[in-house]
């Protein structure tokens, strides 16, 4: 399974996320303390759009994590 690290911010703090890829757009969520707070998936064809289950974060930190998997994808496909 493909693990990477982003960056994620709300309006007040940046954290640091590990993640790991289970397949078919699904990731776990790892914090700082390397405990899992959730996981999240993907929608491939609206990438404005994607799904959540047993996520402990805000919104604003849930939509930074969904652009930065996007765009590590995007950069990972070069």
């Known amino acids: 399974m493909q693990e990477f690290e982003i960056n994620a911010s709300d309006d007040v703090k940046e954290r640091t996320f590990r993640l790991k890829a289970l397949g078919n757009q699904w ?11 959730g996981e999240i ?8 759009h994607c799904e959540t ?3 402990t974060l805000d ?7 969904r652009k930065n998997i996007f765009l590590h994808k995007v950069f990972a496909e070069d």
Do not use: A
């Not at 998936?41 to 404005?48: G, L």
């Not at 919104?59 to 994590?65: F, H, R, Y």
């Open 27 to 37: 990731y776990q969520i790892f914090n700082e303390e390397n405990e899992m707070v």
């Open 59 to 65: 919104l604003p930190i849930l939509n930074s994590i």
């Open 41 to 48: 998936r993907i929608d491939q064809e609206n990438h404005q």
């Open 53 to 55: 289950k047993g996520c």
